[in-house]
T-cell receptor, first 112, second 113 residues
Framework: GESVGLHLPTLSVQEGDNSIINCAYSNSASDYFIWYKQESGKGPQFIIDIRSNMDKRQGQRVTVLLNKTVKHLSLQIAATQPGDSAVYFC???????????FGKGTKLTVNP | EPEVTQTPSHQVTQMGQEVILRCVPI?????FYWYRQILGQKVEFLVSFYNNEISEKSEIFDDQFSVERPDGSNFTLKIRSTKLEDSAMYFCASTLSQGGTQYFGPGTRLLVL
């Protein structure tokens, strides 16, 4: 079946360190992947996305890596800041579908 | 920066009552979605809507649920007879094109007593 899961439910890092948040997906038909950030009481906020014809995409302080061979997605945050503290969700879009399938989320805590 | 808005932010209702959750998608977007998130769980897809009709729906979206775009700006989710298990955060999302980035609203927290 289609599912998106996360390896670690929580991640704690020091301010200034790099963070890596991982995600495994099971639907090989998925062709679009997105990372969202959710702060307490708010809706998911788009961070970065990647399509299946790419294996890496960079944004401002964030990089998404896609390994289709092992169905793995990761989000790297450089120089993590206290404002990065939130729950991070990966989501996949199965080919031919408009819906997003979300993972459970990883709670990132940045310690000053 | 344009954003999706939702009202109300919180809604408390009695079991069996009807509720309508409202969303104003980003103005030039054409595809609209509802998702829900039960406390502490992942976000779940409910329904997608395009060109005034449902394009896809999940198993959660049963006959108690309906969506409507009553005018050029609002997109609503109606739950006809709420159940305790409908308590959740409900998020609206919109996108400009099919398969494009979905932008989410801040959500409506629904509590069914």
């Amino acid at each position: 079946g289609e599912s998106v899961g996360l390896h670690l439910p929580t991640l704690s890092v020091q301010e200034g360190d790099n963070s890596i948040i991982n995600c495994a997906y099971s639907n090989s038909a998925s062709d679009y992947f997105i990372w969202y950030k959710q702060e307490s009481g708010k809706g998911p906020q788009f961070i970065i996305d990647i399509r299946s014809n790419m294996d890496k995409r960079q944004g401002q302080r964030v990089t998404v890596l896609l390994n289709k061979t092992v169905k793995h997605l990761s989000l790297q945050i450089a120089a993590t800041q206290p404002g990065d503290s939130a729950v991070y969700f990966c989501a996949e879009s199965p080919g031919g579908s408009e819906k997003l399938v979300f993972g459970k989320g990883t709670k990132l805590t940045v310690n000053p | 920066e344009p954003e999706v808005t939702q009202t109300p932010s919180h809604q408390v209702t009695q079991m069996g009552q009807e509720v309508i959750l409202r969303c104003v998608p980003i103005s030039n977007h054409l595809y609209f979605y509802w998702y829900r998130q039960i406390l502490g769980q992942k976000v779940e897809f409910l329904v997608s809507f395009y060109n005034n009709e449902i394009s896809e729906k999940s198993e959660i979206f049963d006959d108690q649920f309906s969506v409507e775009r009553p005018d050029g700006s609002n997109f609503t989710l109606k739950i006809r007879s709420t159940k305790l298990e409908d308590s959740a955060m409900y998020f609206c999302a919109s996108t400009l094109s099919q398969g494009g980035t979905q932008y989410f609203g801040p959500g409506t927290r629904l509590l069914v007593l």
